[in-house]
């Protein structure tokens, strides 16, 4: 059996089925100290001055740290303008670290003997505060004199982007059709199964050691060090098994704290490690979101449904600091014009500082807002035009040769014409059953908010999408490997070392199986070793859609290498390869003139929705995804990311409603912060087209964030079809469609 192409079980699954699996709230270590930490609770205010005689004088407690123990107090993955601990005292740092901006700023850490005498410390320590004004909305934060969060920004705007291309009024007055609407998505909880937990102790090598779950192992050690003015070297991450990220462990959460604390305490004689766990509202509010957005769009079409202008303005909610903000707005300004051509057009985006929880990386990382605008600016486009939406795609597709917005061609590779036709024949299927099946035949609406299924209003809708594989507008992405091939007269086993995180994704079984492919081995002849700064070299991030691709490249080459060396006779033949795609180029500031991105996958997909007129709750009862992965190196695996993509999208576009209220959480619990049960979650028909990208592993392309992107869309315009009515923000909440359906009935 060939390794690659094959539904092999993965690598892990005993472990995590049977529970031996590891994850980081399951590690114990002899006298581990517990650790809790004291947020902020207030959005926005000054810390005068803070008191913690009181907590270290309190039962079984070893040490308070506060902002002052910070060597330097800043962080960020791309935009350092957080501090480690918000107050006085630090040596160096961010400016205004004495500043909270958000009620999950981390304040002070108390270390105790058990958990449970931490947590009754923490609000001994007394803290002079001064509150400063909010700011509560995008809108609010732009407006003339309003409040800055970081005065040394200049502006409560972090970044602009820009796209012209074109004349676009010259563009509107050749349009026969305009269609012009205002867009609203919200934020969005990761609502991982594991909260955010760890253990950091100094080994024997007097090294700071940190046990966590995180996405990028070299970055969260590059951004330790920074804070604790330590070498890199000085500093060892581990993952564990890893609960889930979707986008989520990116940034840093208790990475660096857990460092400090292990570290201080070493040099006050105190070696013992340290841990903590967070309770799910620590999480909640305590890690950050997808982002919010607002967004205009005016786009025209001729008769004959040609796109000749796109305009589009929209503004994402970065939250109180930068995180990813800035890359996943770049990434939302080319998404919201869509996978078209078109002779002109226009984009205004801007990424904008708030007192809400910060926002960052999660699964599909600015593709889902921008597709969001621009497939239901498609669909209402085909509506006006009285055309078929899949045709109307059709007819402005990209094709091999296209040129983006940016004026670059289209990655090669382009398969979003043969993934929609795709489309059109299961959709075309599903309805012939439909159309064939009685009503009695017809399945019930059960949901976990149901209330009547008398009456049951029904709708088909379609979206579609591309995702960029990999880091985007010149940053240089790089993947590292090593492959060792250790035996005699013929390869026994081969190791491979990567340090690439498995957040549940599979990464890991891909890994195994490209290596076991390109050596023609067994696959329990392939060993692991991963996820572990002191034994690998940098992969980069599990984030982009881009580990297998990234992986399966840098493997390839290190396989190379090895078996040239292993035919001379090297034994163990050792070699490493680092993978270097091919560069991408950064915006132009006025015109958005770049060559953005890698390659990108592609996805289309349709929706059937039932709607409970009494009710106003939507069920999304099946979506059909057809998605173009390249090569599916184990399809069982790409199958399951499909049906996980989509449950999570149907999340965000339907139930998951996040309210921020005075710069406060309201849905700071699961039992407040809905997310979908099994009774919630679509019949999906996973759909898998292979057509080989030219840049990837033997075909292959990232696809894990491709199936959350157009479901949004999808959705909508089947809740169009079942009640006529365009719902332009979501989530699709009961309360939202109940009102709008009795806003146009006349209360009806």
């Not at 910060?358 to 593709?367: E, K, N, V």
Request: charged residues 20%; glycine residues 8%; aromatic residues 6%.
């Amino acid at each position: 059996m060939r390794a690659v192409g094959s539904s092999i079980s993965r690598v892990d699954a005993r472990d995590k089925v049977t529970g031996a699996a590891i994850y980081p709230g399951d590690i114990e270590r002899p006298n581990t100290l517990w650790m809790k930490i004291l947020f902020a609770e207030r959005p926005h205010a000054r810390i005068r001055r803070i008191d913690t005689r009181a907590a270290e004088a309190a039962p079984g407690v070893v040490a308070v740290f506060t902002a002052a123990d910070v060597p330097f107090n800043g962080y960020g993955l791309n935009h350092v303008d957080q501090p480690v601990l918000c107050g006085p005292g630090a040596p160096d740092g961010v400016p205004d670290a004495d500043r909270v901006r958000w009620i999950g700023d981390q304040v002070a850490l108390v270390i105790a003997e058990t958990e449970a005498q931490a947590a009754a410390a923490l609000p001994l320590i007394q803290i002079e505060w001064e509150d400063l004004p909010l700011v509560e909305s995008v809108e609010e934060a732009m407006q003339p004199g309003a409040f800055l969060l970081h005065p040394s920004n200049g502006s409560n705007v972090l970044l602009e982007y820009h796209i012209r291309r074109g004349d676009i009024e010259e563009g509107f007055s050749l349009a026969d059709v305009i269609v012009e609407s205002t867009y609203r998505s919200g934020a969005q909880e990761h609502a991982y199964l594991q909260p955010e937990a760890g253990v950091s102790y100094v080994d024997s090598l007097g090294r700071v050691v940190v046990e966590v779950a995180g996405q990028w192992v070299h970055k969260d050690r590059q951004q330790i060090a920074t804070a604790l003015r330590l070498p890199e070297e000085q500093i060892v991450v581990r993952y564990p098994a890893i609960g889930g990220a979707f986008g989520g462990r990116e940034d840093m959460s208790i990475q660096i704290v857990l460092a400090l604390a292990a570290w201080r305490l070493h040099q006050r004689g105190i070696d013992r490690p340290v841990k903590i766990i967070w309770s799910r509202r620590e999480s909640i509010i305590g890690h950050h979101k997808r982002h919010p957005m607002v967004a205009r769009a005016r786009w025209g079409a001729t008769r004959d449904g040609k796109l000749v202008a796109q305009w589009v303005d929209f503004t994402l909610d970065a939250g109180a600091y930068a995180y990813t903000s800035t890359k996943v707005l770049g990434n939302a300004t080319l998404a919201s014009l869509g996978p078209y051509e078109c002779p002109h057009q226009w984009v205004d985006a801007r990424t904008v500082y708030t007192n809400h929880v910060p926002s960052g990386a999660f699964r599909g990382f600015g593709g889902p807002q921008g597709h969001f605008i621009a497939e239901t600016q498609m669909n209402k486009l085909a509506e006006a035009l009285g055309m078929d939406p899949i045709e109307l795609r059709l007819r402005n597709c990209w094709r091999e040769g296209s040129l983006q917005a940016t004026r670059s061609p289209v990655p090669a590779g382009v398969s979003i014409e043969p993934v929609l036709r795709r489309l059109r024949e299961e959709l075309n299927a599903a309805r012939a059953a439909d159309r064939s099946a009685s009503s009695a035949q017809r399945s019930p609406m059960r949901t976990s908010l149901d209330i009547s299924t008398d009456r049951r209003l029904r709708g088909w809708g379609v979206g579609c999408c591309f995702k960029n594989v990999g880091f985007s507008l010149g940053f240089r992405d790089v993947c590292h490997a090593t492959v060792e091939l250790h035996g005699a007269g013929e390869i026994e086993r081969a190791v491979v070392r990567h340090a690439g995180a498995e957040v549940g994704q599979g990464a890991h079984t891909a890994m195994a199986q490209f290596a076991a492919e390109l050596l023609n081995l067994p696959l329990e002849r392939v060993e692991l070793v991963v996820q572990d700064t002191a034994e690998t070299a940098n992969s980069g991030s599990s984030s982009a859609s881009r580990m297998t691709f990234m992986a399966g490249n840098a493997i390839k080459g290190a396989v190379q290498m090895a078996l040239a060396k292993w035919e001379d006779e090297e034994r163990p033949a050792i070699a490493h390869y680092e993978y270097v795609p091919r560069a991408t180029t950064p915006y132009d500031p006025e015109t958005g003139a770049s060559d953005p991105n890698i390659t990108y996958g592609y996805c289309a997909q349709a929706a059937e929705v039932e709607v409970d007129p009494d009710t106003g709750h939507v069920h999304v009862v099946r979506i059909i995804s057809v998605n173009d992965v390249g090569k599916a190196i184990n399809p069982q695996q790409v199958e399951g990311q499909i049906e996980g993509g989509v449950s999570q999208s149907v999340g965000w576009t339907v139930l998951e409603n996040f309210v921020e209220q005075g710069g406060r959480v309201l849905t700071d619990q699961l039992s407040t912060y809905l997310i979908p049960t099994v009774a919630d979650v679509a019949e999906v028909k996973p759909v898998i087209v292979e057509i080989p990208d030219p840049h990837g592993p033997l075909g292959a392309r990232g696809m894990a964030e491709m199936p959350f992107v157009p479901t949004a869309p999808a959705i909508v315009a089947a809740v169009r079809e079942a009640t006529g009515i365009w719902f332009d923000q979501i989530p699709l909440t009961p309360e939202r469609v109940w009102r709008g359906l009795r806003a146009v009935s006349g209360g009806r």
